[in-house]
């Protein structure tokens, strides 16, 4: 289902649209920039956010690690 909406662009930006997207085809071109650029962002912010959460972790993660490497080095 689609829903017809009113946004203003600049100038520049329709000027590019015209120029990649066939007449009358803005609003599915639009569309699949739309969700380009949220598919992306949002795996941009799903790396950012699981690289700051194991820098957060590294330091836990590093001692038991470390206390771990002792009990394995006994049953060996």
Known sequence: MNQRVNKTLPEDTLRLIDHVATKGDR???????????VDTIGRTNLRRRRKEGAL??????????????NVEEEAW
């Open 27 to 37: 609003s599915r071109f639009i569309d699949i920039a739309v969700r380009h650029y």
């Open 56 to 69: 957060r972790r590294a330091h836990r993660d590093l001692h038991l690690a470390k206390e771990w490497f």
